[in-house]
Nanobody, 122 residues
Framework: QVQLVESGGGLVQAGGSLRLSCAAS????????MGWFRQAPGKERELVAV????????YYADSVKGRFAIFRDNAQSTMSLQMNSLKPEDTAVYYC???????????????WGQGTQVTVSS
């Protein structure tokens, strides 16, 4: 069984920064990509940023471009999301996810973490 565990969420003021991390454990699997998704109350889950595991190619939602950065560590099987210039509209539960096959840009990832709350106060 594959387990993804997020950490690093919390409460921050607008304009501040947070760094989320995701650690994968359990059964070894061939990952095509990993990514971060978020879901705010009353809204659908949306893609935030994804990274192709072997090439490092990234994709960001327009709403976070220039503010967020996704990183991976192949050796440690970890992934991070550096979030800068946070806005109240970034408030959501953030999920780490992994997929074993294309496409990269999709919400249909196969493995999901439990989520971590990010709250940005104005």
């Amino acid at each position: 069984q594959v387990q993804l565990v997020e950490s690093g969420g919390g409460l921050v003021q607008a304009g501040g920064s947070l760094r989320l991390s995701c650690a994968a454990s359990g059964r070894t699997f061939s990952r095509h990509a990993m990514g971060w998704f978020r879901q705010a109350p009353g809204k659908e889950r949306e893609l935030v940023a994804v990274i192709h595991w072997s090439t490092g190619i990234t994709y960001y939602a327009d709403s976070v471009k220039g503010r967020f950065a996704i990183f991976r560590d192949n050796a440690q099987s970890t992934m991070s999301l550096q979030m800068n210039s946070l806005k109240p509209e970034d408030t959501a539960v953030y999920y780490c996810a992994a997929v074993t096959r294309p496409p990269l840009v999709t919400t249909r990832y196969e493995y999901w973490g439990q989520g971590t709350q990010v709250t940005v106060s104005s």
